[in-house]
């Protein structure tokens, strides 16, 4: 089973800083099968990136993933207020894990 | 539009049974592969069970695997997780969500409920 972790948990940044989010996993991720997805209080969480660093239809541009292997990083180029949400990492190589999530918050 | 509609949510006796409903509209639902995510108040998301878009082929978590049973009826466009033997810890925010392709394995999701709320209570 790999696990994946989140760090940090919490980010406290200012609209317009980057936001650099990060994603581990206890194992080597099979040919980048990693998403990441953003959720907002009371709602579905939204695919934001596949395979590691594709955006999905309708993610902006400020968004991007990298990574591979075990370390995976989600960025965000510059924070927008609508970007304030918890981030899940999730690996589908396998049976599928998301890790604990990181919240970014206003500072 | 787009969209996938859950329900069947509710509150349910520890050791009891529910079956929740994902109404699936404004795609061919037999394409896809679906799946069945939840997550408890306050935490974060635990994946619980797929299947094909045929529906020939399930998986399954350790934590649900032989009490979750995951089904799909393409006729109707509706999925379904039939739960038994329910816990307290089974009390979460159930969400259904679409798969991009309709194969096995390597299901993420590009498409979400809003959820349906299973509290199981005494």
């Known amino acids: 089973e790999i696990v994946l972790t989140q760090s940090p948990g919490t980010l406290s940044l200012s609209p317009g800083e980057r936001a650099t989010l990060s994603c581990r996993a206890s194992?080597?991720?099979?040919?980048?099968?990693l998403a990441w997805y953003q959720q907002k209080p009371g709602q579905a969480p939204r695919l934001l990136i596949y395979g590691a660093s594709n955006r999905a239809t309708g993610t902006p541009d400020r968004f991007s993933g990298s990574g591979s292997g075990t370390d995976f990083t989600l960025t965000i180029s510059r924070l927008e207020p609508e970007d304030f949400a918890v981030y899940y990492c999730?690996?589908?190589?396998?049976?599928?894990?998301f890790g604990g999530g990181t919240k970014v918050e206003i500072k | 539009e787009v969209q996938l509609l859950e329900s069947g949510g509710g509150l349910v006796q520890p050791g009891g049974s529910l079956r929740l409903s994902c109404a699936a509209s404004g795609f061919t639902f037999s394409n896809y592969a679906m799946g069945w995510v939840r997550q408890a108040p306050g935490k974060g998301l635990d994946w619980l069970s797929g299947?094909?878009?045929?529906?020939?082929?399930?998986h399954y978590a350790d934590s649900v695997r032989g009490r979750f049973t995951i089904s799909r009826d393409n006729s109707k466009n509706t999925l379904y997780l039939q739960m038994n033997s329910l816990r307290a810890g089974d009390t979460a925010v159930y969400y259904c969500?679409?798969?991009?392709?309709?194969?096995?394995?390597?299901?993420?999701?590009?498409?979400w409920g809003r959820g349906t709320l299973v509290t199981v209570s005494s």
């Open positions: 999730q690996q589908y190589a396998g049976s599928l894990h």
């Open positions: 194992q080597s991720v099979y040919s980048s099968y």
């Open positions: 299947i094909t878009g045929s529906g020939g082929t399930t």
């Open positions: 969500a679409k798969c991009p392709y309709g194969g096995d394995r390597y299901w993420y999701f590009d498409l």
